[in-house]
């Protein structure tokens, strides 16, 4: 009787010594061993580091966050989307000493956790998959928010009403950043059109600024685009077109560069990889950090730009801000289906793995 007295009256301590044990375990398995302190980065980039784009961008901000926890870091460059060359980067960054390792293109994602589980003892981070693996999970920046404040400036100050997206491939990435700055481009302007051009490559520069003179044939005065390099912004210059750029400015342009819709990714890879360090990474199946963490940012305005605008997209910033609602209310599809109602919001996971259709306003151009 006393025996279960008590185990009634010390069972409440035993489960907390219980779950205790279990969190220590969880915590300590996505960290490294006691006797391993020193942490290697490895950075997978599809194009070369400094392309003063894409690739440059995450090879400088992982850096950045490198050097201030004093890593160390390796990168590997011009590797395609495909599962052996993907693995026999990843191979060599291992051999080298890397156990941690960010995989920074999109179409990464699709390996990852099979590549992940081969290397049980290295910490995979990817902009896109699932992070099903024990030791994998995803980040990202909600580039998207932005995308939706640039399409308000550029939908009020095009003169034609309509606006040129110059792109790779359909895929939820390309496809929310296209949809948000679509529905930026209606607050400012319900009747403009957006005109989306599919190159099929991340850097094909012939197909890209071949895409602009296409685009400007069809009308469009406000040329923005989603690609490795700012090829379309530097036809657009050359061709007298306003634009909007993307990811980063590494160079000056005239003043119909409005402004342009900008990662900060030394913060999101800071954020990411203290979180590894800490032993916390194994709490989130994802990051996705947006204005109100400084994940992304809007460029300065060009002169061109009214001051009603920028009260506008000021205000829409806040809004943003306050509760991250860029897809939600009714929203309709560009072929009339109803994909968000009045009182609902489209969940995460939605726009991260299964946005597959266009909001209205967009135009795919065949």
């Known amino acids: 009787m006393k025996s279960k007295k008590w185990a009634e009256h010390n069972l409440p301590l035993l489960l907390v010594g219980v779950i205790c ?9 996505f960290q490294l061993p006691e006797t391993e302190r020193h942490i290697t980065v490895g950075c997978v980039l599809v194009g070369e580091k400094d392309d003063k ?50 995989l920074t293109s999109f179409g990464y994602g699709e390996y990852m956790d099979e590549i992940a589980r081969k290397y049980p003892r290295v910490a995979f981070f990817g902009i896109s998959g699932e ?44 496809n929310r950043g296209i949809n948000a700055y679509a529905m930026g481009m209606r607050v ?4 403009a059109r957006l005109i989306v051009r599919f190159t099929g490559s991340w850097e094909d520069e012939a ?20 690609e490795d390099r700012p090829y379309a912004v530097q036809e657009a210059e050359k061709r007298g077109l306003m634009s909007v750029g993307y990811d980063a400015v590494y160079e000056e342009y005239s003043d119909k560069f409005l402004t342009a819709a900008m990662y900060n990714w030394e913060v999101l890879y800071e954020k990411v990889l203290g979180d590894y360090m800490s032993g916390r990474s194994n709490f989130s199946n ?25 009260s506008l997209a000021s205000a829409e910033k806040q809004r943003i801000v306050n509760d991250r609602s860029v897809f ?12 968000c109602d009045k009182d609902e919001r489209i969940s995460d996971y939605e726009l991260f ?9 967009v135009e795919i151009y065949e």
């Open 21 to 29: 044990v279990v969190l220590v375990v969880v915590i300590r398995s």
């Open 53 to 102: 784009g894409w690739n440059e961008s995450h090879s400088t901000g992982l850096l950045n966050a490198c050097n201030a926890y004093d890593c160390g870091f390796m990168v590997w460059e011009r590797v395609a989307e495909s599962e052996p060359t993907v693995s026999a980067a990843v191979r060599e960054l291992v051999n080298n000493g890397a156990n941690v390792i960010f």
């Open 131 to 174: 992070g099903a693996a024990k030791n994998s999970t995803t980040y990202f920046a909600r580039l998207y928010q932005a995308r939706y404040i640039a399409g308000i400036i550029a939908g009020a100050t095009s003169k034609t009403g309509v606006l040129g997206y110059v792109t790779s491939t359909p895929n939820p990435q390309s």
């Open 188 to 191: 400012a302007n319900p009747r």
């Open 207 to 226: 197909a890209e600024r071949g895409s602009v003179a296409l685009l400007a044939e069809k009308g469009a005065d406000v040329i923005t685009y989603h």
């Open 286 to 310: 994802s990051y996705w950090l947006g204005f109100d963490e400084g994940a992304v940012a809007l460029y300065r305005l060009s002169p061109r730009v009214s001051k009603e605008t920028a």
């Open 328 to 339: 939600s209310g009714i929203i309709y599809d560009n072929r009339g289906t109803l994909r």
């Open 353 to 361: 793995t299964g946005m597959d259709w266009f909001v209205e306003g």
